[in-house]
């Protein structure tokens, strides 16, 4: 087997019986980003000189039996997390040169977990998006097909976990931007509970829907990642003092005392592809053949959920981003001298078109005399939907949906229809609304050879749940062979 | 026609805590520009705040003050609008639930005591400063002082002078420096204010419509701006003209104020519930608590003062006027116990020496140990009231106490009859008209007696003592 195409699992315990060492595993990871980023452009830096010190010094925790399950893994991540003296743009000219003093907990606990930092990945701009186009710098492709986007807004991480440009990736979730990537590039992405991960150092696009997660080849991996990420963190006053569990301890022992609830409303969602909704019905039955009890379960606000998010997310969005404002780092336009004229041209040189629309929308949005009307609906609905989950899980353990309506769409076909790339959002941003973690995991391929992902979603502080009905789908659907051709 | 001045305040008082609101960066003044900073204070991508909660302490202390209402759950928002002082571009602030509502102040304008109510406390953080260059067109932006906790005390419009107004922030300030929670220095902006200011015809109930005044950054600047504000309002209601509602600049050296902005060009500042601070809650455990540490306020010291050591209003109320005015006195108590001399010597020579020199109480140059010391001198006999002065003078030049200075120069009184008689004998024999005299009945001229005495002994001779030979020998 090639080093680039193990599990994080697999090369743990080859790290571990020192098998293989750090530093070639990193070193295979760098060849296979030389060889295949071209065609795929999952990375906006590489960190080829910084990764290879850090390998050297995991194979030195290695050899003092100093190692966690992560000491000496290669990963990816997204270009929105800050890591300390290493360019952190949220792929926004308007941060082109940003090198934070410092990095974010979670960059912190994969470190001292011994962690290879790889580089940073592309997204769409400051994470709005779903399809990754609406990077400042480059259009990242789904291995998959080429042609096609790999979903976003982390759909560098995706597309990297997925070409084996890294053996698994952070990525950050605000209204489905991990799980509908990792759906549409074939791998394993969770949106932890919101309060589970600190968001300390991940620069904000909507603060109280944001979650940062990993992406991974498997279930098990992934777990294995949020194991070193999560937990409290006093710098981030929204994360949660909850207790901890060994996520990667997965219960293997069937589904027989699971249920799992089918939303009655999801069947009938605008633009549903049937390719789509057959890839779920199988996996129900899969799931069902697992032991698991299905039930139908009702979530009735969920057509007012896109509608909320969109007036909820960019409304804080434009207060997130009103730091950019040319005074104290990243882009400025010299050439101004007036001081409103600074901040004018600054912002609109800086900042692409959807992050410029959502600013706009979300000004609007907190307007005097729009608030009651805009805001402050969207904030009664969004308590409307918690309600809903929380009904629905007093009769079930998880929620089964579809992730996303339609397998990748071709580059380019939303670029100039955002009504649209929104609406692909309804599957996955009601788990933000409501805080819930949710996980996506391969469950199928279209007629075309895309991937499609099925959404789990559990309580709050219940990613147990998920990874162990995700684990065993996955065992059980024996999909995760299948590797893209590049 | 007369009016009736509307007037309500916004005081911003920066809170002495060692730390930032929403970091850990020192509060100190007068560090080198950007020295007191960290990428939280800064606005860096993807920092966070974290609540300081000797902040919500001090608040809630000042909340129990002023009778108000600490409110078992607040929200901080989030005020957004755009300058280089303001590295967020939003100040996090408090807005739709204050920590704090519902509240009063009790003063005193002219004997009669005034209830002032208060609308509402909440806590936010200051922004940074500008220091524009005179001589080229560029700004430069300090942020030590961004991230400095502030609170703010908004009045109701219950206040109708502007000596009111005055008495109000002075309470207000004594209060804040009682509770060891601000310098509520007005000069150097711990303590600012901003003044809502209407007039409406005597006997109206109606409000007339308000001028926001801002920079107010004295005691007498606030009282001479809105007499100002009440004669120019009143001028354009004589003319048959209207208050425009806007925000208006006092201009200290110019004595006036100018439109800075009308209602129209207000700004709009989107506020809402900043997600990345969880809703405060602050049980009754933590009330509790804060009442526990409370100091004796000043209405409360007051009283005690009137009850206790029999003073009267108007002296009990000087006395507690500031916490460190109050605390000489009790100093000094603690020294030499005579409420009424003790207080009759600070309101009179110290504070009268201070207000000459210009100098605060605090840094007085007669402590409370010496004052005690002399009026103990002086209670003994050691020295006479006259004398007393003079040590006093003495001590405010050197420092020193009042004994050494009177053992040094001799001060002590002479109440020996054997020294002070022959002084006696030689001024009744010098005097023969005036001994006539008063053998004759003018018993007054007992006083010029004395006083040729007293002149002979250079004010040493107790003038009891005196007294009793100069009436034995003149019979």
């Given at each position: 087997m090639k080093l680039h195409e193990l599990t994080i699992a697999q090369a743990s315990g080859l790290l571990k019986n020192k098998e293989i060492t750090s530093v070639e595993l990193t070193r295979a990871i760098l060849d296979r980003i030389e060889a295949v980023d071209g065609r795929v452009g999952a990375y906006l830096t590489v960190d080829a000189d910084g990764a290879m010190a850090q390998a050297k010094a995991a194979d030195q925790r290695l050899a003092d039996g100093?190692?966690?399950?992560?000491?000496g893994i290669p990963l990816g991540i997204k270009d929105l997390i800050c890591t300390q003296g290493l360019r952190t743009t949220c792929a926004s000219k308007i941060l082109e040169n940003f090198i934070p003093p410092y990095d974010a907990t979670v960059i912190s606990r994969l470190k001292n977990a011994g962690a290879v930092i790889v580089g940073k990945l592309n997204m769409d701009e400051f994470a709005?998006?779903?399809?990754?186009?609406?990077s400042g710098f480059q259009v990242t492709r789904n291995p998959w097909n080429l042609d096609r986007i790999p979903g976003g807004s982390s759909g560098g991480s995706a597309a990297a976990v997925a070409a084996d440009m890294c053996l698994g990736a952070l990525g950050s979730d605000t209204g489905g931007s991990i799980r509908q990537p990792a759906s549409h590039c074939g791998v394993v992405g969770i949106k932890p509970t919101y309060g589970r991960v600190s968001r300390f150092g991940l620069v904000a696009f909507a603060s109280s829907l944001d979650q940062i997660g990993p992406l991974g080849k498997t279930v098990a991996d992934c777990a294995i990642m949020l194991d070193a990420i999560a937990g409290h963190d006093p710098r981030d006053s929204t994360s949660v003092p909850e207790p901890v569990p060994t996520f990667s301890a997965i219960a293997e022992n069937g589904l027989s005392d699971v249920v799992v609830g089918i939303p009655r409303e999801y069947s009938s969602a605008h633009g549903l592809d049937p390719q789509v909704g057959a890839a779920v019905e199988r996996a129900v039955k899969t799931i069902e053949s697992l032991g698991a009890r299905c039930i139908e379960v009702s979530l009735p606000h969920t057509d007012y959920a896109v509608a909320a998010y969109y007036v909820i997310a960019p409304s804080e969005a434009s207060s997130n981003l009103a730091r950019y404002d040319g005074v104290k780092y990243g882009f400025r336009d010299r050439t101004q001298t007036d001081l409103l004229q600074m901040y004018r041209s600054t912002r609109t040189q800086g900042f692409g078109p959807e992050v410029q629309r959502r600013i706009i929308l979300g000004t609007y949005a907190l307007s005097a005399g729009y608030y009651d009307a805009y805001y402050g609906k969207a904030s009664q609905i969004r308590t409307l939907i918690k309600n809903d989950f929380q009904t629905a899980f007093a009769s079930c353990d998880a929620i089964i949906s579809?992730?996303?309506?339609?397998p990748a769409y071709p580059i380019g076909e939303t670029l100039d229809d955002p009504l649209t790339m929104y609406l692909s959002d309804i599957f996955t941003l009601s788990a933000n609304l409501a805080g819930i973690p949710g996980i996506s995991v391969p469950c199928g391929f279209s007629d075309d050879g895309l991937p499609i992902g099925l959404q789990i979603m559990g309580r709050h502080f219940n990613e147990s749940m998920l990874f162990q009905i995700a684990r065993q789908f996955e065992r059980a659907a024996t999909l995760t062979d299948k590797k893209p051709l590049l | 026609m007369e009016f009736t001045p509307v007037i309500g305040l916004e005081v911003h008082a920066q809170l002495k805590t060692r730390t930032k609101i929403f970091c850990s960066c020192s509060t100190a003044f007068g560090a080198p520009p950007n020295t007191h900073t960290c990428p939280v204070c800064l606005g860096m991508p993807g920092v966070l705040p974290v609540l300081n909660k000797k902040v919500v302490d001090y608040t809630i202390k000042m909340a129990l003050a002023t009778h108000c209402t600490v409110q078992p759950e607040s929200r901080f928002a989030r005020k957004n609008y755009f300058y280089p002082d303001l590295p967020k571009g939003y100040q996090i602030s408090q807005y739709e639930l204050p920590i704090a509502t519902g509240g009063y102040l009790d003063i005193d304008v002219d004997g009669r005591s005034l209830r002032i109510g208060i609308t509402r406390i909440h806590m936010e953080e200051d922004a940074g400063k500008l220091i524009h260059d005179p001589d080229r067109p560029i700004s430069r932006v300090d942020l030590n002082r961004t991230g400095t906790p502030l609170m703010e005390i908004v009045s109701e419009p219950d206040i109708r002078s502007p000596e009111a107004a005055g008495e109000y922030l002075r309470r207000l300030r004594a209060i804040l420096r009682y509770l060891d929670?601000?310098?509520?220095?007005m000069e150097e902006g711990s303590f600012r204010c901003d003044a809502n200011i209407s007039i409406m015809p005597d006997g109206s109930t109606v409000f007339g419509t308000r001028a926001e005044v801002k920079n107010l950054n004295s005691f007498k600047h606030v009282e001479k701006a809105l007499y100002y504000e009440i004669a120019r309002q009143k001028e354009i209601l004589l003319d048959g003209g209207q208050v425009v509602q806007e925000t208006r600049l006092w201009q200290p050296d110019k004595g006036q104020t100018v439109s800075m902005r009308g209602k129209e060009d207000?700004?709009?500042?989107?506020?809402?519930?900043?997600?990345?601070?969880?809703?405060l809650v602050i049980d009754d455990g933590w009330v509790d608590r804060m009442r526990a540490q409370m100091p004796e306020l000043p209405a409360q010291r007051q009283a005690r003062y009137m009850a206790d050591y029999g003073l009267s209003p108007a002296d009990a109320r000087v006395l507690t006027g500031s916490r460190e005015l109050s605390d000489y006195f009790e100093a000094c108590l603690a020294v030499f116990d005579q409420p009424k001399t003790v207080a009759n010597w600070i309101m009179g020579d110290l504070l009268g020496l201070l207000n000459t020199r210009g100098v605060e109480i605090e840094n007085t140059p007669v402590s409370p140990e010496n004052l005690a010391g002399l009026l103990e001198l002086l209670d003994a006999d050691v020295i006479s009231g006259k004398i007393a002065k003079t040590v006093f003078e003495a001590m405010a030049e050197t420092g020193r106490p009042a004994k050494t200075i009177v053992e040094e120069k001799g001060l002590v009184q002479v109440s020996d009859t054997s020294a002070i008689d022959p002084i006696v004998d030689a001024v009744i024999a010098g005097s023969p008209d005036e001994v006539e005299r008063y053998r004759g009945g003018q018993k007054k001229l007992m006083g010029f007696f004395v006083g040729q005495v007293m002149k002979q002994t250079r004010g040493k001779a107790n003038p009891k003592v005196v007294n009793e030979i100069l009436a034995k020998k003149l019979g």
């Amino acid at each position: 087997m090639k080093l680039h195409e193990l599990t994080i699992a697999q090369a743990s315990g080859l790290l571990k019986n020192k098998e293989i060492t750090s530093v070639e595993l990193t070193r295979a990871i760098l060849d296979r980003i030389e060889a295949v980023d071209g065609r795929v452009g999952a990375y906006l830096t590489v960190d080829a000189d910084g990764a290879m010190a850090q390998a050297k010094a995991a194979d030195q925790r290695l050899a003092d039996g100093d190692a966690a399950p992560l000491t000496g893994i290669p990963l990816g991540i997204k270009d929105l997390i800050c890591t300390q003296g290493l360019r952190t743009t949220c792929a926004s000219k308007i941060l082109e040169n940003f090198i934070p003093p410092y990095d974010a907990t979670v960059i912190s606990r994969l470190k001292n977990a011994g962690a290879v930092i790889v580089g940073k990945l592309n997204m769409d701009e400051f994470a709005m998006g779903s399809t990754t186009e609406h990077s400042g710098f480059q259009v990242t492709r789904n291995p998959w097909n080429l042609d096609r986007i790999p979903g976003g807004s982390s759909g560098g991480s995706a597309a990297a976990v997925a070409a084996d440009m890294c053996l698994g990736a952070l990525g950050s979730d605000t209204g489905g931007s991990i799980r509908q990537p990792a759906s549409h590039c074939g791998v394993v992405g969770i949106k932890p509970t919101y309060g589970r991960v600190s968001r300390f150092g991940l620069v904000a696009f909507a603060s109280s829907l944001d979650q940062i997660g990993p992406l991974g080849k498997t279930v098990a991996d992934c777990a294995i990642m949020l194991d070193a990420i999560a937990g409290h963190d006093p710098r981030d006053s929204t994360s949660v003092p909850e207790p901890v569990p060994t996520f990667s301890a997965i219960a293997e022992n069937g589904l027989s005392d699971v249920v799992v609830g089918i939303p009655r409303e999801y069947s009938s969602a605008h633009g549903l592809d049937p390719q789509v909704g057959a890839a779920v019905e199988r996996a129900v039955k899969t799931i069902e053949s697992l032991g698991a009890r299905c039930i139908e379960v009702s979530l009735p606000h969920t057509d007012y959920a896109v509608a909320a998010y969109y007036v909820i997310a960019p409304s804080e969005a434009s207060s997130n981003l009103a730091r950019y404002d040319g005074v104290k780092y990243g882009f400025r336009d010299r050439t101004q001298t007036d001081l409103l004229q600074m901040y004018r041209s600054t912002r609109t040189q800086g900042f692409g078109p959807e992050v410029q629309r959502r600013i706009i929308l979300g000004t609007y949005a907190l307007s005097a005399g729009y608030y009651d009307a805009y805001y402050g609906k969207a904030s009664q609905i969004r308590t409307l939907i918690k309600n809903d989950f929380q009904t629905a899980f007093a009769s079930c353990d998880a929620i089964i949906s579809p992730v996303a309506p339609t397998p990748a769409y071709p580059i380019g076909e939303t670029l100039d229809d955002p009504l649209t790339m929104y609406l692909s959002d309804i599957f996955t941003l009601s788990a933000n609304l409501a805080g819930i973690p949710g996980i996506s995991v391969p469950c199928g391929f279209s007629d075309d050879g895309l991937p499609i992902g099925l959404q789990i979603m559990g309580r709050h502080f219940n990613e147990s749940m998920l990874f162990q009905i995700a684990r065993q789908f996955e065992r059980a659907a024996t999909l995760t062979d299948k590797k893209p051709l590049l | 026609m007369e009016f009736t001045p509307v007037i309500g305040l916004e005081v911003h008082a920066q809170l002495k805590t060692r730390t930032k609101i929403f970091c850990s960066c020192s509060t100190a003044f007068g560090a080198p520009p950007n020295t007191h900073t960290c990428p939280v204070c800064l606005g860096m991508p993807g920092v966070l705040p974290v609540l300081n909660k000797k902040v919500v302490d001090y608040t809630i202390k000042m909340a129990l003050a002023t009778h108000c209402t600490v409110q078992p759950e607040s929200r901080f928002a989030r005020k957004n609008y755009f300058y280089p002082d303001l590295p967020k571009g939003y100040q996090i602030s408090q807005y739709e639930l204050p920590i704090a509502t519902g509240g009063y102040l009790d003063i005193d304008v002219d004997g009669r005591s005034l209830r002032i109510g208060i609308t509402r406390i909440h806590m936010e953080e200051d922004a940074g400063k500008l220091i524009h260059d005179p001589d080229r067109p560029i700004s430069r932006v300090d942020l030590n002082r961004t991230g400095t906790p502030l609170m703010e005390i908004v009045s109701e419009p219950d206040i109708r002078s502007p000596e009111a107004a005055g008495e109000y922030l002075r309470r207000l300030r004594a209060i804040l420096r009682y509770l060891d929670i601000s310098d509520g220095n007005m000069e150097e902006g711990s303590f600012r204010c901003d003044a809502n200011i209407s007039i409406m015809p005597d006997g109206s109930t109606v409000f007339g419509t308000r001028a926001e005044v801002k920079n107010l950054n004295s005691f007498k600047h606030v009282e001479k701006a809105l007499y100002y504000e009440i004669a120019r309002q009143k001028e354009i209601l004589l003319d048959g003209g209207q208050v425009v509602q806007e925000t208006r600049l006092w201009q200290p050296d110019k004595g006036q104020t100018v439109s800075m902005r009308g209602k129209e060009d207000a700004h709009d500042y989107r506020y809402f519930p900043d997600p990345d601070l969880l809703p405060l809650v602050i049980d009754d455990g933590w009330v509790d608590r804060m009442r526990a540490q409370m100091p004796e306020l000043p209405a409360q010291r007051q009283a005690r003062y009137m009850a206790d050591y029999g003073l009267s209003p108007a002296d009990a109320r000087v006395l507690t006027g500031s916490r460190e005015l109050s605390d000489y006195f009790e100093a000094c108590l603690a020294v030499f116990d005579q409420p009424k001399t003790v207080a009759n010597w600070i309101m009179g020579d110290l504070l009268g020496l201070l207000n000459t020199r210009g100098v605060e109480i605090e840094n007085t140059p007669v402590s409370p140990e010496n004052l005690a010391g002399l009026l103990e001198l002086l209670d003994a006999d050691v020295i006479s009231g006259k004398i007393a002065k003079t040590v006093f003078e003495a001590m405010a030049e050197t420092g020193r106490p009042a004994k050494t200075i009177v053992e040094e120069k001799g001060l002590v009184q002479v109440s020996d009859t054997s020294a002070i008689d022959p002084i006696v004998d030689a001024v009744i024999a010098g005097s023969p008209d005036e001994v006539e005299r008063y053998r004759g009945g003018q018993k007054k001229l007992m006083g010029f007696f004395v006083g040729q005495v007293m002149k002979q002994t250079r004010g040493k001779a107790n003038p009891k003592v005196v007294n009793e030979i100069l009436a034995k020998k003149l019979g």
